[in-house]
């Protein structure tokens, strides 16, 4: 099954069950506050039919904090449901989000949609090290000085200093 996540968005959103029972939900284009509550509802739907829900990010090009929250939501509804939501595949793009918000703490996170279904290790913090940048650095428009330093928008850090 396929469809757009929201009327006005490129999030496109298809689900299908494994042979272990899982429901793997894989989501495409772009992730964007516009298309989390549909993306939301559209996952509490699935949760309700089954427990254990898998979300291949391998095909989504860009997300933004306010879309991938909806993923910390529907995990903890899962598992008050008595079942778990796990990420898996997410982009380097997708990566650097999940680690500069914090949401890669919050959320099992595989490599890939096997490792996934078969529970194997979940993604090391080692992969989301691009949240701290080091000395000296210019990566993605972050700036950084002496020692490693969390990655802070370069104008949320002279806000920070002005304050």
Excluded: C
Aim: aromatic share 2%; net charge positive; no cysteine.
């Amino acid at each position: 099954m396929t469809q757009p996540a929201a009327d006005e968005t490129s999030l496109s959103f298809t689900s299908r069950t494994d042979r272990g029972g899982y429901v793997i939900a894989a989501l495409s284009g772009e992730l964007g506050t516009a298309s989390a509550p549909a993306l939301r509802e559209q996952l509490l739907s699935l949760l309700r039919a089954a427990s254990h829900l898998i979300i291949d990010l391998s095909a989504l090009e860009h997300a933004e904090a306010g879309g991938l929250a909806v993923m910390v939501g529907s995990a903890r509804r899962a598992k008050l449901l008595g079942g778990s939501l796990r990420l898996a595949a997410p982009s380097p793009e997708v990566a650097r989000v999940l680690s500069a918000t914090g949401l890669n703490r919050h959320l099992d996170i595989f490599p890939t949609v096997r490792a996934a279904t078969a529970g194997q290790a979940r993604l090391p913090d080692a992969i989301f090290l691009l949240a701290t940048v080091p000395a000296r650095s210019r990566i993605d428009g972050v700036l950084t000085g002496g020692a490693a330093q969390p990655a802070i928008p370069a104008i949320d850090r002279a806000t920070a200093k002005a304050g």
